[in-house]
């Protein structure tokens, strides 16, 4: 078990959690750096398929979200056209 000073830690509802420490940040240069494509790791955000350089977009599942997702305004829009659901006019 790592050893940890008891002011790192923060009794949260009877469970222990580490303390944020402040960035020890010097200088005037406090410049947020990004990662670059070139710098991020080969594996990092990628899929098997995407890796051997398939288009994930080949695959049933982004579809299958897409029109599972649309469905419920799909409905509502034919329930709105055929007037089953009234609009209230203020």
């Given at each position: 078990?790592?050893?940890?000073?008891?002011?790192?830690?923060?009794?949260?509802?009877?469970?222990?959690?580490?303390?944020?420490?402040?960035?020890?940040?010097?200088?005037?240069?406090?410049?947020?750096?990004?990662?670059?494509?070139?710098?991020?790791p080969e594996q990092y955000w990628q899929a098997a398929g995407e890796r051997k350089g398939e288009n994930p977009m080949k695959t049933p599942?982004?579809?299958?979200?897409?029109?599972?997702?649309?469905?419920?305004?799909?409905?509502?829009?034919?329930?709105?056209?055929?007037?089953?659901?009234?609009?209230?006019?203020?």
């Amino acid at each position: 078990m790592a050893k940890v000073a008891l002011s790192s830690l923060l009794a949260v509802g009877g469970a222990a959690a580490f303390a944020v420490q402040p960035s020890k940040k010097t200088g005037s240069g406090n410049k947020k750096k990004f990662i670059t494509r070139e710098e991020e790791p080969e594996q990092y955000w990628q899929a098997a398929g995407e890796r051997k350089g398939e288009n994930p977009m080949k695959t049933p599942l982004p579809y299958i979200i897409i029109f599972g997702m649309s469905t419920p305004f799909v409905i509502l829009a034919i329930a709105f056209a055929n007037g089953w659901i009234k609009v209230p006019v203020r």
